[in-house]
């Protein structure tokens, strides 16, 4: 498949134009290399992420957190070196960072609803324009700990868990990466319990005083789900091969 269609489509699939971010989203850096067969999913353009994609003949890496956002002047450094090595393997890189929170079929938050069989009812916590999260009832109350084992289970994390709401679950707000300052909103809309990625001190008492379960997964798991999803999309749609490179960070 030629590198032009492939981005052009999920330009359009993931509304890429359309959905402001911390940085250019899309198609971040172009190899020699028009041509993708291979694609690579990751969650970071880590140096053996791209060192293992590279060794697999990987066309194009497809990952969540790109290289380029507001905060970056010149690619040089160790970011530069990343280029270098990206290059050197003739990988096209691609990212979609907040556009694969929010879409409602690959999106993180949309996935973890599906794993976790949270009925998404409702979209929340809006980043420049955005809604994000979800929210919404399960099929029937769990108990906590056997709701936290599910999301150990399906996450392969081990997740930190604030148990200041009812031992029952019923409804759970959802929202990847690092969510925690969202607490007292995930409580506003009538959950019991809040899966979300990182925390950090500060949120254990806003948890206690809104009455809420928190689940910390990790932001690094969280956000693992989104770019496999794309990736099984993208093999169904267009006989891609594609592989998940799994580097956790356990935050």
Same mark, same amino acid.
Request: glycine residues 8%.
């Given at each position: 498949? %030629? +590198?032009?269609?492939?981005?052009?489509?999920?330009?359009?699939?993931?509304?890429?134009?359309?959905? %402001?971010?911390?940085?250019?989203?899309?198609?971040?850096?172009?190899?020699?290399?028009?041509?993708?067969?291979?694609?690579?999913?990751?969650?970071?353009?880590?140096?053996?992420?791209?060192?293992?994609?590279?060794?697999?003949?990987?066309?194009?890496?497809?990952?969540?957190?790109?290289? $380029?956002? +507001?905060?970056?002047?010149?690619?040089?450094?160790?970011?530069?070196?990343?280029?270098?090595?990206?290059? +050197?393997?003739?990988? /096209?890189?691609?990212?979609?960072?907040?556009?694969?929170?929010?879409?409602?079929?690959?999106?993180?938050?949309? @996935?973890?609803?599906?794993?976790?069989? @949270? %009925?998404?009812?409702?979209?929340?916590?809006? @980043?420049?324009?955005?809604?994000?999260?979800?929210?919404?009832?399960?099929?029937?109350?769990?108990?906590?700990?056997?709701?936290?084992?599910?999301?150990?289970?399906?996450?392969?994390?081990?997740?930190?868990?604030?148990?200041?709401?009812?031992? $029952?679950?019923?409804?759970?707000?959802?929202?990847?990466?690092? =969510?925690?300052?969202?607490?007292?909103?995930?409580?506003?809309?009538?959950?019991?319990?809040?899966?979300?990625?990182?925390?950090?001190?500060?949120?254990?008492?806003?948890?206690?005083?809104?009455?809420? /379960?928190?689940?910390?997964?990790?932001?690094?798991?969280?956000?693992?789900?989104?770019?496999?999803?794309? =990736?099984?999309?993208?093999?169904?749609?267009? =006989?891609?091969?594609? +592989?998940?490179?799994?580097?956790?960070?356990?935050?």
């Amino acid at each position: 498949m %030629k +590198r032009n269609e492939l981005t052009t489509y999920l330009d359009d699939y993931l509304r890429i134009g359309d959905i %402001k971010d911390y940085g250019p989203q899309g198609l971040q850096l172009e190899s020699d290399n028009q041509e993708v067969r291979r694609v690579a999913l990751a969650v970071d353009v880590a140096p053996p992420v791209i060192e293992a994609a590279g060794a697999w003949g990987a066309d194009m890496l497809l990952v969540h957190h790109g290289i $380029l956002w +507001r905060s970056v002047e010149r690619l040089a450094g160790p970011l530069g070196e990343r280029v270098r090595r990206l290059l +050197r393997h003739g990988i /096209n890189l691609y990212a979609a960072h907040l556009p694969l929170d929010a879409h409602a079929e690959v999106g993180n938050n949309a @996935v973890l609803a599906r794993l976790l069989n @949270v %009925k998404a009812e409702a979209w929340w916590c809006e @980043v420049m324009g955005t809604k994000l999260g979800v929210c919404g009832p399960l099929p029937e109350s769990a108990p906590l700990s056997q709701f936290v084992q599910q999301v150990n289970e399906q996450l392969h994390t081990t997740a930190r868990v604030l148990s200041h709401g009812p031992a $029952l679950v019923n409804r759970v707000a959802i929202l990847s990466g690092f =969510g925690a300052d969202e607490v007292a909103a995930a409580a506003a809309l009538g959950a019991d319990t809040y899966v979300t990625g990182e925390t950090s001190h500060a949120h254990y008492w806003a948890a206690a005083d809104h009455h809420l /379960n928190v689940i910390f997964a990790g932001h690094y798991a969280t956000e693992t789900v989104g770019v496999q999803a794309l =990736g099984a999309h993208l093999a169904r749609h267009f =006989g891609l091969e594609t +592989r998940f490179f799994d580097f956790p960070t356990d935050m």
